[in-house]
Each structure stands twice: as C-alpha cells, then as structure tokens.
C-alpha cells in the first residue's frame, strides 16, 4: 500500500543521506499533501519540525541521525511503510510561554519539553513563584527554575534532578536548578491545568533569560506558563518503543 511521506531532516551529513536515500526509494511529497511526516535528525530536530507542522494536524514519526534519539525511532530504510502502518500514536499538548521583558514588550512561545529560566549574569537570579494567582514561594535564589511536561521531564529536568513523569499523568513538575535559598528547594508537583508565574526580582542586577525547548527570550521581568490542551501534537513510535516505555525504563537504566 502506497502511503504519501513527507520527509525531512536536519543539516546533519548523515541525516541529509538519509533523507536522499529514503526519498528516492519511498517518494517524497509536499508537507500539505502528507498523511505522515518522517523528520530524520535528533530530538532538537524532532521538536523543531513538531513545531513548525503542528499546524497541519499530521503524526511525526522520528527516525534517529542524530546523538540521544529520545524521541525517535531507529533509523533502518527497510519496510517503511508497515512500521508507520504499525506505529503507536502519543499525543502531546505544549506549554504555552507569555514573558514581558524589561523595556515593555512581550513575547509568547510554545515547549514540549519545558519552558526554563535561567541566569544570565555571574550572579544568582532572585525569582518569586505563584501558581494560581496564589503566591508560593517569595523569593527563590537559584541559578534557575523549569516547568516540564511530562514528555520533557526526562530532558533538562532530570539533569536538574527533577522527577520523571508518567506520560498520561495530568501534572507538571516545578524544578529548580542549584537552589541556593531555600537551600536544596527540588521543586513541586502541580496540576497541568495550573498557571506558573514567575517574576524576577532585581532584574537590572541579576537579569535572566526564559528559555522556551532551546529558544531563548533575554532580559526577561515576568514570565506565566501554562498547558494549552487544545493544541495537540503527534509523536508515533515503533510498538513496543512507545515514549511510555522509554519514560519507564530511563528511570531502571
């Protein structure tokens, strides 16, 4: 059965031969005429092409040329077609970033995996923390914090020993990175319909810069975070290799 692919991949040497080599043998069609897409590259490449073709509606299946591969498949140019025929669907819903920045202007971005602020001076970043309109914590003294879904809490927030996340369970993790007041804060489990703000304080002293899945958005005021469940994005894997299965065996390896 023949089945219309869309292919990309990344500037990679090894993902641009992929992409010739699958191309030549499976066709490759216009992204609008696609009933799947096969991004070839690394998982930065994966969220990148998840990002710009959410609009289209259509599964991205993920085919590793790059280093980690979380979010991918293996690369193997054999029998294409049955393993997307196959392939297991998970659905993702992205973080929804509004920062206002210091002189006045805003900016709004989407993550997958987190949204994270960071310090971008040699001095700690004084950050205040409310969810809900409730104020939680007034002041944390920290190189940083993040917001993870729990599809990218194995990502930067495992590395800042946040915990990882059931792919279905409707929570976010709270993180911080290297918290100095409250000395040893981890961080807080909350509900994924909660808004996050964070507000910096002293930002002409200690400035900070929110970081949205590697963009980044300097000189940052305030930024609110929240998960938008109408925009929806799917992953499809190999059966058996589902990013359920992935989340539960990182935690035994």
């Not at 992409?19 to 690394?42: F, H, K, M, T």
């Not at 293996?74 to 992205?94: H, T």
């Not at 993180?175 to 961080?187: E, L, Q, V």
């Not at 975070?225 to 994005?233: A, E, L, N, Q, R």
């Amino acid at each position: 059965m023949d089945m219309k692919i869309a292919f990309d991949a990344s500037s990679a040497p090894v993902a641009q031969a992929a992409l010739a080599a699958l191309s030549a043998r499976y066709g490759n069609v216009a992204l609008p005429q696609a009933e799947v897409i096969v991004a070839l590259g690394g998982d930065g490449f994966m969220l990148q092409t998840l990002h710009e073709t959410q609009e289209l509606g259509v599964a991205v299946y993920g085919m590793n040329r790059g280093t980690i591969g979380f979010l991918m498949n293996d690369y193997a140019e054999d029998d294409l077609v049955a393993r997307l025929q196959n392939a297991e669907e998970a659905v993702i819903n992205p973080l929804v970033m509004q920062a206002t920045h210091a002189d006045g202007s805003t900016s709004r971005a989407l993550a997958l995996n987190e949204v994270a602020l960071l310090r971008e001076g040699p001095q700690a970043a004084k950050l205040q923390i409310t969810v809900d309109g409730r104020l939680r914590m007034e002041e944390l003294v920290c190189d940083g914090a993040l917001v993870a879904t729990p599809a990218g809490s194995t990502a930067y927030n495992y590395s800042a020993h946040g915990p990882i996340l059931p792919i279905g369970a409707d929570v976010l993790a709270l993180t911080a990175m290297a918290a100095f007041r409250p000395r040893r804060w981890r961080g807080a489990l909350l509900p994924k319909r909660a808004t996050v703000r964070f507000d910096v304080l002293e930002p002409e002293k200690r400035p900070v810069m929110a970081d949205a899945d590697g963009k980044s958005h300097r000189d940052v005021v305030r930024v609110e975070i929240h998960s938008d469940p109408s925009i929806m994005h799917r992953i499809l894997f190999d059966p058996g290799h589902g990013l359920e299965e992935r989340l539960i065996s990182e935690q035994f390896t």
